[in-house]
């Protein structure tokens, strides 16, 4: 029972568009929403957050949106840079837990 | 500027076999957390603690024990080895006011069991 879904395993993207990755979850008692980033061999960074109370949220290059409704959320960057190349995962927080999605691996082309 | 630092970063382990994953902390944070990302997956989450002395299961326990002792280290300890336990182990924390939720994750031990 996946209460995190990303139904997207890949997406390729030319530099300089819009990257929109996509997550949708189950549990309407989560409180906030996570994108992390991932780099081989590396650890998951902390990307950009929204709280289940507000609908959008930016930070630079990145924007979350919330859809309540629908229990969705997805992240856009534009733009897209040959640094963003990397694996994006959703989060969702429930007091002190951390729920994630299977990832979605981006490619920025040149 | 340490973090979260995890090791062994690499380890392999023949079947039945035992070892002990160590995470320490210098962020001086309540939540500790071990998960673990079974390859194209996401992660996982095994065990958390909220503090010394106060334990957990998530998701997927296991197979696995923890302890915390101290508020910095939270060893994750694997008895009798399985392959289905070869996986990347993350260790992460967070701090008890954290704004967001946000963890902070080590870079991770890379378990093989033959």
């Known amino acids: 029972d996946q209460q995190v879904k990303q139904n997207s395993p890949s997406l390729s993207v030319q530099e300089g568009r819009i990257s929109i990755l996509n997550c949708d979850y189950t549990n309407s008692m989560f409180d906030y929403f996570l994108w992390y980033k991932k780099y081989p061999a590396e650890g998951p960074t902390f990307l950009i957050s929204i709280s289940s109370i507000k609908d959008k949220n930016e930070d630079g290059r990145f924007t979350v949106f919330l859809n309540k409704s629908a229990k969705h959320l997805s992240l856009h960057i534009v733009p897209s840079q040959p640094g963003d190349s990397a694996v994006y995962f959703c989060a969702a927080s429930e007091l002190v837990k951390l729920t994630f999605g299977g990832g979605t691996r981006v490619l920025v082309k040149p | 500027n340490a973090g979260v630092t995890q090791t062994p970063k690499f380890r392999i382990l023949k079947i039945g076999q035992s070892m002990t994953l160590q995470c320490t902390q210098d962020m001086n944070h309540n939540y500790m957390y071990w998960y673990r990302q079974d390859p194209g997956m996401g992660l996982k989450l095994i065990y958390y603690?909220?503090?010394?002395?106060?334990?957990d299961k998530g998701e997927v326990p296991n197979g696995y024990n923890v302890s915390r002792s101290t508020t910095e280290d939270f060893p994750l300890r694997l008895e009798l080895a399985a392959p289905s336990q070869t996986s990347v182990y993350f260790c992460?924390?967070?701090?008890?006011?954290?704004?967001?939720?946000?963890?902070?994750f080590g870079e991770g031990s890379r378990l093989t069991v033959l």
């Open positions: 992460a924390s967070r701090s008890r006011g954290g704004r967001t939720g946000e963890l902070f």
């Open positions: 603690s909220v503090g010394a002395g106060i334990t």
